[in-house]
């Protein structure tokens, strides 16, 4: 038998370390987060945190690519594109999960919750920590709650009574909820996509819509707006959600590598919401370009009593329990 010369052991050993070094960089989990809002809200921050710190944590194990402002998938699209693999991570608003299950439907609820101390109360507790797992026999998994804030109405006309809003377009996201919240005092609601919202607005699709002040400021809604009522009626939160199956799947550290760096995200992100909120809300009313009405509490509470009728409505399919602890953190 000839004996292996140099040279060729020599290549075996360079084709050996290749191929290593090619095994090792396939083995790196490229991760993507895919998201509608504007980088500089806390959902966007919160968001580019995530990947700082799994980054960080992990090394060159992962490599976590984060798709803002709808390039990959608005939150319509969005689960569908968890299931099939296409991104690993989204943050729909809690409104978009209804097709999942009716539960989380909770958070939709107008006047529900006073303010954002008893959102983290009920989300934190034992009912808020169990809906993560709510679409877990869909496929999807919740892995953190991460606030916007509450809701303002704007319209090109005053809103001050519920009879104000009397025959109005707003624009609403995909929930039934959210409907009927409008359909309770006589408005029109219309399902639209967040990315085309401001130029329905600015073209008259619709006259008016709800959002945080984050979200006001960052996609310029109070620009093609001439009134923004100061209502707080209802919530904007997002669950950051993912493939059971993929979550499920990973190795054992880098999914708790993940997990870490996402309590460390949603602890940032929601310190920075009530932060940006105080902020943003200042900055629209220094911009001059909109009215800021506020109400008084004879008018909040003409709001609450018009739009009270949708919890009775909906409580069967959310579960009267789930409504009565997110109620009692008032």
């Known amino acids: 038998m000839r004996p292996i010369s140099k040279s060729i052991l020599a290549a075996g050993v360079a084709a050996a370390a290749l191929l290593g070094s090619n095994f090792a960089a396939s083995a790196q989990e490229v991760i993507k987060f895919a998201h509608v809002v504007a980088p500089n809200t806390p959902k966007g921050q919160g968001a580019?945190?995530?990947?700082?710190?799994?980054?960080?944590?992990?090394?060159?194990?992962?490599?976590?690519?984060?798709?803002?402002?709808?390039?990959?998938?608005?939150?319509?699209?969005?689960?569908?594109?968890?299931?099939?693999?296409?991104?690993?991570?989204?943050?729909?608003?809690?409104?978009?999960?209804?097709?999942?299950?009716?539960?989380?439907?909770?958070?939709?609820?107008?006047?529900?919750?006073?303010?954002?101390?008893a959102v983290s109360c009920f989300q934190n507790g034992e009912k808020g920590q169990e809906l993560?797992?709510?679409?877990?026999?869909?496929?999807?998994?919740?892995?953190?709650?991460?606030?916007?804030?509450?809701?303002?109405?704007?319209?090109?006309?005053?809103?001050?009574?519920?009879?104000?809003?009397?025959?109005?377009?707003?624009?609403?996201?995909?929930?039934?909820?959210?409907?009927?919240?409008?359909?309770?005092?006589?408005?029109?609601?219309?399902?639209?996509?967040?990315?085309?919202?401001?130029?329905?607005l600015q073209t008259g699709v619709v006259d008016g819509q709800e959002n945080t002040w984050s979200n006001i400021y960052s996609k310029k809604f109070f620009e093609v707006q001439d009134y923004i009522t100061e209502s707080n009626h209802g919530l904007l939160d997002y669950m950051v959600v993912t493939s059971t199956k993929w979550w499920e799947g990973l190795d054992p550290k880098i999914r708790d590598g993940l997990a870490q760096a996402m309590k460390e995200a949603s602890d940032y992100a929601n310190g920075l919401s009530a932060e940006l909120t105080a902020e943003q809300r200042q900055a629209v009313i220094d911009s001059g370009e909109t009215e800021i009405l506020q109400l008084s509490g004879e008018e909040f509470a003409k709001w609450q009593t018009a739009m009270k009728p949708v919890w009775d409505e909906f409580s069967g399919d959310i579960g009267q329990d789930i409504i009565d602890a997110a109620a009692a953190c008032n």
């Not at 699209?77 to 978009?96: C, E, H, N, T, Y």
């Not at 039934?176 to 967040?194: H, L, R, S, Y």
């Open 48 to 117: 580019d945190f995530f990947k700082k710190r799994a980054e960080e944590i992990l090394g060159d194990k992962v490599q976590i690519e984060i798709y803002p402002n709808s390039q990959l998938f608005d939150d319509d699209k969005v689960l569908a594109a968890i299931l099939r693999g296409d991104v690993q991570f989204g943050a729909p608003s809690l409104a978009k999960f209804g097709k999942w299950t009716k539960k989380l439907q909770v958070y939709d609820l107008p006047f529900l919750f006073k303010d954002m101390d």
């Open 132 to 200: 993560l797992n709510a679409m877990s026999s869909k496929g999807l998994t919740g892995v953190g709650y991460w606030h916007n804030g509450l809701k303002q109405l704007s319209a090109n006309k005053p809103l001050r009574a519920p009879e104000d809003a009397a025959g109005q377009k707003f624009r609403i996201q995909s929930s039934d909820v959210i409907a009927a919240q409008f359909e309770a005092v006589d408005a029109v609601p219309q399902k639209m996509a967040f990315s085309e919202t401001y130029s329905a």
